[in-house]
């Protein structure tokens, strides 16, 4: 596999997948460009070695039509000054070989969103999956991105994906197109490097204690990464909205807090495998309830197995804050996604705060940590501490499947 950091750009065209889904606001002016810097460091050493570059991201989910809302012209002024270099734009990406062909050394080129075309994702559109024709229109999608995917190809003499945040899709420029190029013209960017390095030592390369974070709303939606890490942590900390399907499974009272009844089984399971891996699981004991889901409801701090009828957990209470920091403090390796409480309001952000700040002092003590998915790196901006965790992904669903065990296709194609 070709590494970016040997490999030199000068005299090619480097096709380049980025992640571009910026904010922007109604009169589409990019309002966060978070993304735009984080490709830089592989746009401008292609740059700098005598590259020239052809950009292609998708915006939103225009779902295979052309939307003007979505349209990455909104953002070629942006791209430019991050760059400080011309930026063509090419308005039809599945057309743009004269555009391509024209890049000198030293220029860039953006495709327009790449998810105005149907074949960028492969699937087959206006056709519901029990239709008896379904089948027969997939086969035929997988044609045409097979097709699209070559015609991007055909534009660069070297394919980079730097876009981790799609890498867990099987998109026409996140892996198809990737095919196209034989080992030694293919290539993973910086960001994307980073991002695997933070995810493998998470998973392979543990530095003991390792203390695991999982927050939010639910546990269905984190439980495949539950179970990969119960074979992997010392310290399992399940906190937010989880605690009380947690808590009403061992029979306690919950009063009108969050909870998924058909999951209560599977809470016993999880705290029945802990026991038998070994791993010192924390769970909520006490919690901070509100008599409505309002920053200004009334509060006080319960037993979170026994909340009155008419109040509910909305944040971690002061011994449970505690039992997250013994957690975390000693750790060496340290994994957080998923807030503790409802953070949005800020009479329940402190049990994400406590969780913030504990991991800011063990990194800072020698600890690695990787903060990712969503609403986690929310809670680092919200408080300020981005810059003292060892690393911020910018994948979200990508980050999950990647921590689940799962081989990422945007990955897996590089080979
Ligand atoms: P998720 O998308 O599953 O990671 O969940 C993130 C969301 O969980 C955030 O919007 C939080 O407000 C929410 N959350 C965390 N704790 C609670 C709780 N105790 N009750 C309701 N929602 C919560």
């Known amino acids: 596999m070709a590494k970016i950091e040997n490999y030199n750009f000068a005299g090619k065209k480097a096709l380049v997948r980025v992640d571009f889904n910026v904010p922007l606001d109604e009169n589409g002016k990019v309002t ?3 993304r735009i810097r984080g490709a830089l460091p592989t746009l401008k050493k292609i740059l700098a070695d005598g590259g020239s570059l052809i950009l292609m991201s998708h915006m939103g989910k225009p779902k295979g039509k052309v939307n003007p809302k979505l349209s990455l012209s909104q953002i070629r002024e942006d791209v430019a000054k991050a760059l400080g270099a011309e930026v063509e734009f090419a308005k039809d990406c599945a057309d743009a070989s004269k555009e391509a062909a024209a890049l000198k050394p030293g220029q860039a080129l953006l495709l327009e969103n790449l998810r105005f075309y149907p074949e960028e994702e492969g699937k087959p559109t206006g056709i519901d999956k029990t239709d008896p024709g379904y089948d027969a229109a997939k086969k035929e999608m997988k044609e045409r991105q097979k097709e699209f995917a070559k015609k991007l190809a055909s534009y660069g003499d070297v394919y980079v994906n730097d876009a981790f945040g799609t890498a867990h899709r099987k998109h026409a420029s996140t ?12 290539m993973l960017g910086f960001l994307m490097e980073k991002e695997v390095k933070a995810v493998d030592n998470i998973l392979n390369n543990i530095k003991r204690p390792f203390t695991a974070i999982m927050g939010g709303s639910k546990v269905s939606s984190k439980i495949g990464i539950i179970e990969n890490l119960m074979d992997k942590v010392d310290n399992l900390i399940l906190c937010g909205g989880m605690t009380y399907t947690f808590a009403k499974a ?14 209560l089984e599977l809470a016993l399971d999880i705290i029945k495998k802990a026991k038998e891996k070994g791993v010192n699981l924390v769970l909520g004991t006490d919690c901070l309830a509100a008599d409505d889901f309002k920053n200004d409801a009334a509060v006080k701090v319960c037993n979170a197995s026994a909340i009155p009828d008419g109040w509910e957990g909305l944040d971690a209470g002061p011994a449970t804050m505690a039992s997250f920091v013994n957690a975390i403090l000693p750790a060496k390796t340290i994994l957080w996604n ?3 409480g409802v953070f949005e309001f800020p009479n329940f952000e402190t049990g994400s705060r ?3 700040e504990a991991i800011a002092e063990a990194t800072n003590n020698g600890a690695f940590s990787l903060v990712g998915g969503g609403d986690s790196v929310a809670c680092v901006n919200k408080f300020g501490l981005a810059d003292q965790v060892s690393y911020v992904s910018t994948g979200g669903g990508a980050l999950l499947e990647a921590i689940e065990g799962k081989v990422l296709p945007g990955i897996a194609a590089i080979g």
């Not at 892996?175 to 293919?186: G, I, L």
Request: aromatic share 6%; glycine share 12%; proline share 3%.
């Open 32 to 34: 966060d460009d978070t």
């Open 250 to 263: 061992q029979g306690g009272k919950i009063g009108n807090s969050i909870v998924e009844d058909d999951k």
């Open 338 to 340: 998923g807030p503790a």
């Open 354 to 356: 406590v969780i913030a």
């Open 175 to 186: 892996a198809v197109v990737a095919d196209y190029f034989d080992a030694d013209h293919k």
